[in-house]
């Protein structure tokens, strides 16, 4: 037989009555009254093929999946197959043998997944095999890709910051610290320094920016790296900041509705509720929040400065109700806190609040939006006010570029593994990260 | 006045006889027979205003560069001004004043330029305020992209492999270690074995990698910290794998040329020599260089295993004349070679080869291409060869799926500042990154 193009899995359907080439994974083999079925795996699918003749039977006997084939035969309609096509007596290559048993079936549907966190994560390089656990990355890479898109329509230069770092000014507890040619070197915890000089030089910028924390506590909510989509843009007010993060919202979850049909079918994931625009997002203050929580639930958090998770949640769940709106900004939030920092922009009206609103999404807060202090003076004046010495070499860079001219400005920190997972419906971040790092794991 | 929508500088040329609000960084300022003109910078570029008015031009006087300003007024044809139009008579409006003359001139033509590169790096987040030098990272965001259409073309998925690593399984030397909860990590040199890894689960996959290596070298050609576009391809063959590079520099080349035309004059970058298909870059032997420079040369470098960088740059220019051609494909690289890893193929016709390619372009290898072992026995013989143990646990993960089953396949390492430097005619690879790190340079 002559050597033929490859055709991909979700191809196939498309070539009823004549003969293709399909090369993957031998994805699933089983007997069935004479007849062998495999299924196969490719970059696209699955395929799936019957095969009668006894020399073929007989080599597919032996294989493990695993085993890397090609096969070529009839496509014929089947609707009881994946894509409602199956390949009819196909002649078998084996391209990579496999001689043993896998150590992990990933072939398993999801419903029938039972692994604890740690084995699946200790099995990775494997497991992704699996559709269901490779959907996750599918839909994290159209994720990326939304965020990009909706920049570029924004006119928006992609920037990269470096990580290694010759102190930590900001923060210092958690950062991790390295030895760089016998002096010590602090990797990046955020880019916020970088990206606020760069408004100076292209006015909107992001980054897809790698982010280390020495986070000691091992929860379903930490990691040591991880992935955020940081923005900074200058001559834009609150308002239309919230609308901006808004509008990224809904255009990511657009994207993976249009193209992630399938992945999110894996997942069971429940319809993405939301208003068509980002200015009908629920705004509700941190007050406002405490106030509904302790009238519905007798759960008092009025006296705090920040959301308790239950109420995360709850407000989630009572916007997509009320409001048809899974998604949440919080504003309100007070600049006397240890959260509000020094770069940060109180509020000119109510100077006791700070222009910053937290984006909840599924019951977490995903994303981060703060307006800076672009004015030099009250910088360095709230500098000094938080205890930090303007004269400090590591702050030099970022207090010039004040300086020397800087607009009204802010901006955003946006968790891309805690999106994805809740846009998959997962239950911990870590199945969002393809080799996710804690305080107790550093491989595979 | 009543508030009007922002104009950019690049839209103003199409406002001609209209009245427009430009926003922006005062630039550059001059007094010229009783009027002052002045140049105002924003994302998209610079335009001109002249001022007459007293009262304005008063207001004009105190100004430094970097004030951030609003300008209101009408738009007439001037050739002699940037973009063929300027503004006239604007009502200004002071956004952000700045009170100190800068400290460097950010409006020098590049031509004026005598900065060192230590002065230039030390004054980055106020230097790249300059159009020519803010120019390199727009001409750096676009090859970005360029690569990821150039992917997305060919169905490739995006991925992030973790930066923190248990310990340092491939090289070892050249690796930063970090203190992590009191253990040892090492910061990744490469996303080598993570990439080969996904070849099981996508096929095809593409990283933009950020790369750390304690480089304890100061020089011209390296940095501690870089990105590479790090690629693995899985049922693909050396042909094909080379073709594929090929592709991606005319891709990143056109989407340049067609995008960028106004940064690349500014650095006075001479025309792309490429051929129009992959296919049509010279592909080479080192034998073959080592002959043709000894002959064109004198100098002898036959015995030698790799490229002279002399040879690189003489081969490129001979390309260039002989072959139209900027860009060399090197093969003929030796199996029996420190550069040869375990997990290269060796050539099956000519095992004292390795399928291996290195892309020079503009007399820098920007990339290296090569085929992986992917046939399980093979690779654990090489890897025991080569003096390492296959029960080394840094290893199973990487052995576990090529146990497993693997195709065929390849990948390439480019560096994506290197690239940089050469499209824009730069002298040193630090000037194409926005903030270098290496052994002398933790900062900005």
Redesign the interface.
Known sequence: MAVMQ?TLSSEVAGQTGKAVTV?G??HKKRLLGGLTFIVVR???GLVQAVVKDDKEVEKLRGLQN???MSLTGMVVKEPRAPGGVEIHDPKTEI??A?S?E??IEVDKPLSHRSENLDTLLDN???G??SIAE?AI??V??RV??AF?DYF?QH?F??????????EATEGGAEV??????G?T?T?AQSAQF?KQ??V?????VFE?N?T?R?E?SATTRHM??Y?TIDVEI??INFEELMNFAGGALLSVIAAVKKDCAAELKMWNVPAFVLPKKPDLIPRLTIHEIHEKFLKATKEDHTGEDDLAPAEERWICEWAKKDKASEAVLVTGWPSKSKTFKFYHRANELHPELADRADLLFRGVEIATLSMRE???DRLIKQLKDMGGDPKN?GY???L??Y??????HGGWGWGLERTVEKIMNLDNIKEAA????D?NR???
Chains 1, 2 share one sequence.
């Open positions: 490859r090369q994974w031998l490719d970059r696209a695993g085993t890397v391209i990579s496999v043993e896998p150590p990775r390089p494997l992704l095999r490779r990355f599918k994290q890479a990326l890709q990009r570029a006119d230069t992609e920037m990269n910051s470096p990580k290694l770092l010759a991790f610290k390295l030895d760089y040619f002096k070197a990797l970088y000089m760069m100076g030089v292209f006015e909107r897809t790698p280390y020495a000691p040591t790296e992935i200058g001559f672009h004015r030099y070499p030099a860079p970022l010039s570029v300086k020397n001219g800087m607009p009204p393809l080799f996710p790092r305080i550093l491989a595979p």
